[in-house]
């Protein structure tokens, strides 16, 4: 077993699954934050295929803690300064103090307000599995005649199936529940929906245990609707506190931007961040005039990582299934109160999520979340190595106690990076809001702004060093099992510019124009339009030519075109 001072970036000293004996560590199995056993839930999920995140039962002081963090994020602003973990601590201060001066004396009737939710739960859950789930209809028999011109009775039925009617039962709920306007019903509903149609598709029955059934769809509900109960009634509490310490609210504005970090875990998202200040006063945004989205800093105020003894490079595992519940709670919160205002304040989301670089995630997040209130999206895509992730991330580790292994930082690059390329055309897809994208080249030291190597909007793009575009196809074929940077690669072959020109490609092809240019400030020395190219500045491409890797490049890029012009 190495000691402390032999671990390292590529063997940081965990797995990359969590040891099942360190499993009730997380924080949805761990008392006071939950009121459920972690067997009881062990055993429920392999029963029903359930995920035990879906079955715990969350306290509801824990509910205050996770409506709390949602408020926080969504309507104050949380100072940044020079140092990346100062948003992190400025959070944790403003919650705590909110936590502790305002919610806790009030404590004692919200846990009588939640048993009084508790008890209204059951007794609706009851009534739809008896009146609606837990009926045994007699299959309806059909003779068949013996005499073949004898005519079916047109009133008969076809037999039915015990599991094809449990099947119309659970379907006729989200029907039902829909039509209702009372909004605990509702949720009931929609709890017995999702619970009860999940564990019929996998097990193809629900059986007839209502007493079983009805204790996880209460606590499924109580975790929403009753969250968001606790969450209406700490509402007067917090609004006590901004105005006790002048907290600063953020407001809705006539032209919402959105600026979304893209990028691989450790790919330096967070520390671009106190960056990108200067670039948003740019665009006339003050720092003080946008909110920021990034559920990282949630985790210290979900864990104390000095509990965690031995085990606290898996700090950041233990509190992962809490986080993405929360996260989930905060863009419901947003959606409500941007269609209550119509409108959103700017906000910088700075997350990494899978379902994040999901393209069938595009038309739910234009049509179904506040992202429809936004003028514009600036998406910034942070391009890293991901042999340097593992670096970056295991420094993280040391300075912030979060560690992760080197599949996990390996694997969420393959992740990102092909994502990339799908979230960018189907964003491009849409007029509306006006999208705008960057991509960072982040192979500079710590501290250094990163360097810009494309931009492009629905007009056409701007590309500074085309190589970002080969190497977002590149690391999406690396070695995720790699134990040291130079397994990270497969061959010179299957790296080479010609067998990654896919996403370039498709740029060339999707994009009106491409436009090659040293930087901002200098003119275009290439044009790419489709089918045809204008050399501006031969000279210029002929330096660009002298390196091999580009010399390559241009040679895919130029040679089944047409050159309409060259000076």
């Known amino acids: ?256 931007v959105i600026i979304s970090l893209k990028g691989a875990s450790a790919a330096g998202k967070s520390t671009i961040r106190p960056l990108l200040k200067e670039t948003m006063k740019q665009r006339g945004i003050e720092s003080s005039l946008y909110g920021i989205i990034s559920p990282d800093i949630w985790r210290r105020q979900l864990l104390d990582y000095e509990s965690l003894g031995p085990h606290y490079k898996y700090s950041g595992r233990f509190t992962s299934n809490e986080v993405n519940i929360i996260d989930g709670k905060l863009d419901r919160y947003i959606r409500r109160v941007s269609q209550q205002n119509k409108s959103i304040p700017n906000i910088l989301v700075d997350r990494f999520r899978f379902d994040s670089f999901s393209t069938q995630q595009i038309q739910k997040v234009l049509h179904g979340t506040y992202a429809k209130y936004a003028h514009t999206m600036y998406m910034y895509f942070i391009i890293t190595a991901p042999q340097d992730t593992v670096e970056r991330g295991w420094i993280r580790g040391k300075e912030r106690g979060r560690y992760k292994s080197v599949e996990d930082f390996l694997g969420h690059s393959v992740e990102a990076y092909q994502g990339i390329p799908k979230l960018i055309f189907k964003w491009l897809a849409h007029t509306t809001p006006q999208y705008e994208f960057t991509f960072f080249d982040n192979s500079v030291p710590k501290g250094q702004f990163p360097l810009t190597s494309a931009t492009g909007n629905q007009k056409g793009i701007q590309v500074f060093d085309p190589r970002v575009f080969i190497n977002i196809e590149r690391y999406q074929k690396i070695n995720i099992h790699a134990q040291n940077a130079q397994q990270v690669y497969p061959n010179e072959k299957i790296m080479a510019v010609a067998n990654n020109m896919s996403f370039f490609n498709q740029c060339l092809k999707r994009f009106p124009s491409a436009s090659f240019s040293c930087s901002h400030k200098h003119q275009p020395y290439l044009i790419v339009r489709q089918k045809s190219y204008t050399i501006s500045n031969q000279e210029e491409l002929n330096l660009q030519r002298e390196d091999p890797e580009l010399e390559a490049l241009f040679e895919q890029i130029l040679a089944p075109r047409t050159c309409i012009n060259s000076i």
């Open 1 to 256: 077993m190495p000691t402390q001072e032999e671990y390292s970036a590529w063997n940081p000293g965990l797995s990359t699954n969590l040891p099942l004996d360190l499993g009730r560590l997380e924080t949805i199995f761990q008392a006071p934050n939950v009121y459920t056993d972690y067997e009881e839930v062990q055993e429920i999920a392999a029963l029903t295929g359930l995920k035990p995140q879906h079955l715990v039962g969350f306290t509801s002081w824990r509910l205050v803690m996770h409506e709390l963090i949602v408020r926080v994020g969504a309507n104050i602003h949380i100072p940044e300064a020079e140092l990346e973990e100062d948003l992190g601590i400025n959070f944790r201060r403003i919650t705590n103090d909110i936590l502790h001066q305002h919610i806790a004396p009030l404590y004692p009737t919200i846990e009588i307000q939640f048993q009084h939710l508790s008890d209204c739960v059951k007794l609706e859950v009851d009534r739809v599995l008896t009146e609606e789930i837990m009926i045994h209809t007699p299959p309806v028999v059909i003779k068949k005649s013996v005499w073949p011109w004898h005519k079916k009775n047109p009133t008969e039925q076809p037999h039915l199936s015990s599991a094809e009617i449990q099947f119309k039962a659970i379907n006729t709920l989200k029907t039902t529940g829909l039509a209702h306007t009372n909004p605990l019903i509702k949720a009931v509903y929609k709890s017995s929906y999702q619970i009860l149609g999940s564990i019929a598709a996998t097990r193809g029955l629900i059986g007839n245990d209502a007493i079983f059934m009805s204790r996880i769809i209460c606590r499924h509900t109580l975790n929403n609707y009753g969250s968001y109960m606790v969450g209406k009634w700490i509402e007067p509490a917090i609004g006590t506190a901004v105005i006790a310490n002048q907290y600063q609210l953020l407001k809705g504005v006539e032209k919402p």
